[in-house]
């Protein structure tokens, strides 16, 4: 099985284009009044609404400690936090903000992952 995260945006296109220049994110399916990007195993789809949801943390989390720092130096304008390690989830993580307020975490994990494998669902 396999799930897409749904959120309101007030503000489509700037949000699309927020989380395709600036996080990387690819477009992987366009709905009417709704937009599903993709990045790894993450599927987000973002709906125009009168409201948007700035609830939860979005979490994306990259391979090593270096990427995230790489992160950062690109998000600083956005960043809330320093890149640290967390020593109660022995990860490495910042915090930073999207333009409609919701909470963004970059992190890698400090210890090994078993890996996820959606290819079936993506490519049928």
């Known amino acids: 099985m396999a799930g897409i995260i749904f959120l309101r945006?007030?503000?489509?296109?700037?949000?699309?284009?927020?989380?395709?220049?600036?996080?990387?994110?690819?477009?992987?399916?366009?709905?009417?009044?709704?937009?599903?990007?993709?990045?790894?195993?993450?599927?987000?789809?973002?709906?125009?609404?009168?409201?948007?949801?700035?609830?939860?943390?979005?979490?994306?989390?990259?391979?090593?400690?270096?990427?995230?720092?790489?992160?950062?130096?690109?998000?600083?304008?956005?960043?809330t936090t320093s890149p640290e390690k967390n020593d109660i989830y022995n990860i490495y993580q910042f915090y930073a903000t999207d333009p409609e307020g919701r909470t963004l975490e970059f992190q890698s994990f400090l210890h090994g992952l078993k890996r996820i494998k959606i290819e079936q669902f993506l490519h049928g």
Do not use: P
């Open 9 to 79: 945006t007030e503000n489509l296109d700037e949000t699309i284009q927020f989380y395709t220049e600036r996080l990387g994110m690819i477009v992987w399916l366009e709905q009417k009044g709704c937009t599903i990007l993709n990045h790894g195993n993450l599927l987000l789809g973002f709906c125009q609404k009168d409201v948007c949801e700035t609830e939860g943390v979005l979490t994306f989390f990259s391979e090593t400690k270096e990427d995230v720092d790489r992160m950062y130096c690109e998000l600083q304008d956005i960043a």
